[in-house]
C-alpha cells in the first residue's frame, strides 16, 4: 500500500501515515489470511460437494484485497485493551461480508466488471450463477462464523445484531447507488449511498472490534464515530481514484463510474471539494479519537492512508 498523492494535491492537511505503518498493516494482513485459510481448511468438505461452489466461495477471498475491515476489528480490539485473538471470529466475518458485497457489485445485473483485486471477477470465472450463490453463502457463513465464536451469548447477540445492521445498510445503498445510474446527480442521494453502502459497514468493523474488548459505551461511540467518518472519507477517496487513479494500481477497471452516470462525490461537487471532502472526515475521525490518546496512532495512520492512498 504506497502512498504517491502529493502535498498539492491532498492538500497539506492530511500527512502520510507514520513510519512503520506500512509493516504493521501487513502484519495484520497476514494474521487475518493465515486465520481465513485455517478457517477454511477445518470447515472442508462442510463446504459441500458436486458443483464449483466451495472453489466460488474461497475464491474471492483468497485473490487478496487491503483487509482494512478486518484490521479495523482487531485494531479497535486492540485500542480498547482487548486481546486481538478474540476479535479474530468477527474480523473473518466482516471480511466475508465485505467479499461477498464485492461478488455482488461486479455482476454484471450491476456494475458489470470483469477484474477485482487485480483478477477476473469471480462470475467471470465461475459464471452469475455460482457467484451469486458464493455471496449468498459468504454473508451467511460470516454470521455462523460469529455465532461459533468463543465469545459470551450476550456478547455474540450483539455482533451478530451489529454485523447485520452494518449489512443490512450496505444493501440499502447499494440499491441507491444502481438506482440513482443514469439520473441527473442529487447530492442527498450522494451522501446517503457514501453513508450506506460504504461507511456503515467501516463503522460496523470499528464497533464489532470494541465489542470484543468489552468496551465501555464511550469507547464504542468514539470508534463508532471514527469508523462512521472513516468510512465517508473511503468512499469519497474510492469516487475520486476512479477518475484519477490506475487499474493497475487499484487492481480493478478506472473511469466507470462516469460511464455510466454514476451518483459520486465527484459527479456532485467536483475534484477539488471532494479532496476537500475527504479531508473534513478523516480530521472529524482522528478528532473521534482523542480519548484514546497514543494508543490509537496506528488508527490515526490508516484514516490518513485511507485519504493519501493511491489503491
Ligand atoms: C472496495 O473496497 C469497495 C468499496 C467499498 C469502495 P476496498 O477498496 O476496501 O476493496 P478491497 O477489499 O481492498 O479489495
Ligand atoms: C461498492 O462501491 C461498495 C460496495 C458495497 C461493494 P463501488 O461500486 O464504487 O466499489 P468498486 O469501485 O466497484 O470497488
Ligand atoms: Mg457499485
Ligand atoms: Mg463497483
Ligand atoms: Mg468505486
Redesign the pocket.
Known sequence: MRNVQTADEAGAAVPPPSEGFQAWAQAWRERVDAALQAHFESVGTGLGQHSRLPEAIQYSLRIGGKRLRPMLVLESCVVCGGDWQRALPAALAIEMV?TF??IH??LPAM?D?DL?RGQPTNHKVYGEALAVLAGDFLMTHAISCLTRSEADAHVIGTLVRDLTCGTEH?IL??GA?IEGEGRPVDADRVRYIHAH??SA?IETACRLGALCASADARQLEQLADYGRHLGLAF?IT??LL?ETGTEQNLG?RVH??ANVA?QTYPAAFGLDASRQAARVEIDAAVAALEMFGARAARLRDLARFVVTRDR
Open positions: 465485505h458485497s464485492l457489485d461486479d456494475d466488471d477485482r450496505m445503498g447499494q447507488d453502502k460504504t459497514l468512499q474510492d469516487d476512479d480493478k466507470k463510474d454514476k
